[in-house]
T-cell receptor
Framework: AQTVTQSQPEMSVQEAETVTLSCTYD???????LFWYKQPPSRQMILVIR??????QNATENRFSVNFQKAAKSFSLKISDSQLGDAAMYFC?????????????FGKGTHLIIQP | NAGVTQTPKFRVLKTGQSMTLLCAQD?????MYWYRQDPGMGLRLIHY???????AKGEVPDGYNVSRLKKQNFLLGLESAAPSQTSVYFC?????????????FGNGTRLTVT
C-alpha cells in the first residue's frame, strides 16, 4: 500500500499571509498524478490542485501552488494571500498502485486555521 | 447535473442493526469507491468497483459488503453494525480509469452506531 505523510496536524496563519502545507509520499509508480483536496466544515471534498509527476513545472491555480520535488517525493501546497474561506482540512493524495484500481491514498490531513 | 449523490446524509443505528448506503452518479463514470473518514485517520478505502457487476476489497473491507448492479449506483451495506463503524462515509467516482483524473466525491454520510 502507498503511504502519504502530512506531518502538520494543524497550521495557523494570519489572513493575507502565505502558508505552506507539507506532504511526502511513497510510490513505486514512475508516472502518476498527485492531488490536494480541501474539506471545509461542510464536509464536502473539493479538489484544489493536481500535479503531473512527469512535468517539472509546478502546478498553479490562482492563489494555490505546489512545490513538487519528485526525487524527494515531496508535494507541498502553498496558499498565498490567505482568506477566511481557506479555513479547512487539507488532504494530500497519491494514486494507489496496490491494486486499488487507481484509487487514491490520502494523508491524515492538516487543519488550517486562518486568523483574522 | 447532480454529480455524486449519497443517501442518507445522517443515520443512527443500534449495534447489530443493518443498513445500506446508496451512492448514485450521473456522470457515466466507470470507477466508483467507498471511503470512510475517521478523526486523525484521513480517508481509507473500503471497497471499490471498476465497472458494473464488479467489486473488490480496499484497505478496510471487514464488516462491509458492496454491490454494483447498475453502472450509476454503488451500494455499501452493513449487515451487523458495530460501534467501530461509527464514521463518515464518502462515495467517489472517476471519469477515466487511470491516474490522470481526480475523484469526484459525494457529500458524505455520517453514521453513528450506539
Amino acid at each position: 500500500a502507498q503511504t502519504v505523510t502530512q506531518s502538520q496536524p494543524e497550521m495557523s496563519v494570519q489572513e493575507a499571509e502565505t502558508v505552506t502545507l507539507s506532504c511526502t509520499y511513497d510510490t513505486s509508480e514512475s508516472d502518476y498524478y498527485l492531488f490536494w483536496y480541501k474539506q471545509p466544515p461542510s464536509r464536502q471534498m473539493i479538489l484544489v490542485i493536481r500535479q503531473e509527476a512527469y512535468k517539472q513545472q509546478n502546478a498553479t491555480e490562482n492563489r494555490f501552488s505546489v512545490n513538487f520535488q519528485k526525487a524527494a517525493k515531496s508535494f507541498s501546497l502553498k496558499i498565498s494571500d490567505s482568506q477566511l474561506g481557506d479555513a479547512a482540512m487539507y488532504f494530500c493524495a497519491c494514486p494507489d498502485s496496490g491494486g486499488g484500481a487507481d484509487g487514491l491514498t490520502f494523508g491524515k490531513g492538516t487543519h488550517l486555521i486562518i486568523q483574522p | 447535473n447532480a454529480g455524486v449523490t449519497q443517501t442518507p446524509k445522517f443515520r443512527v443505528l443500534k449495534t447489530g442493526q443493518s443498513m445500506t448506503l446508496l451512492c448514485a452518479q450521473d456522470m457515466n463514470h466507470e470507477y466508483m469507491y467507498w471511503y470512510r473518514q475517521d478523526p486523525g485517520m484521513g480517508l481509507r478505502l473500503i471497497h471499490y468497483s471498476v465497472g458494473e457487476g464488479t467489486t473488490a476489497k480496499g484497505e478496510v473491507p471487514d464488516g462491509y459488503n458492496v454491490s454494483r448492479l447498475k453502472k450509476q449506483n454503488f451500494l455499501l451495506g452493513l449487515e451487523s453494525a458495530a460501534p467501530s463503524q461509527t464514521s463518515v462515509y464518502f462515495c467517489a467516482s472517476r471519469i477515466v480509469p487511470g491516474q490522470t483524473s481526480p475523484l469526484h466525491f459525494g457529500n458524505g454520510t455520517r453514521l453513528t452506531v450506539t
